[in-house]
């Protein structure tokens, strides 16, 4: 997914323009915000440790989708596809990698605010991009 937003950002960088950063940052922001609000539905409609194939496959969407975003936000900065997909492969592996210990150790603790723990980071991110501190 990456990799297609990186395409789609390098295409349409020459039409955009100087507003890249600014609709980068600002589908990350969305992106965050969606994924808040999701968090704070599920913690409402869910029972603990229900559904979780149907969490575990939404999570995954719901990454991708933010991967999709980021590629963009990237291609219109115009960086080179293959030096991107290979640093948001070894990023992506290792933070995930990272994710699942930090998961383990931590567990229960801050199970039920992992949602909104992602989502305020994809925002935060977002308007880091879009304020031009990337």
Same mark, same amino acid.
């Given at each position: ?5 990186? %395409? ?9 323009? &100087?507003?890249?950063? =600014? ?9 965050? @915000? ?7 539905? &599920? %913690? ?25 975003? %980021? ?5 219109? =900065? ?7 997909? @290979? ?5 992506? %592996? ?38 031009? @501190?990337?």
């Amino acid at each position: 997914m990456s990799l297609a937003g990186l %395409v789609a950002g390098h295409r349409l960088a020459k039409s955009i323009g &100087s507003a890249g950063p =600014y609709l980068g940052g600002g589908l990350l922001i969305l992106t965050g @915000v969606f994924t808040i609000v999701q968090a704070r539905r &599920s %913690v409402t409609n869910d029972s603990p440790g229900s559904h979780w194939l149907g969490g575990l496959i939404f999570t995954g969407a719901a990454l991708s989708i933010d991967n999709l975003v %980021v590629g963009f936000a990237l291609g219109t =900065y115009r960086v080179s596809l293959l030096l991107a997909a @290979v640093v948001i492969a070894v990023v992506s %592996v290792a933070m995930s990698l990272v994710g699942l210990e930090i998961g383990t150790r931590l567990g229960t603790s801050v199970e039920q605010w992992s949602g909104e723990l992602g989502g305020a980071v994809l925002v935060l991110v977002g308007v880091a991009i879009a304020s031009g @501190v990337f």
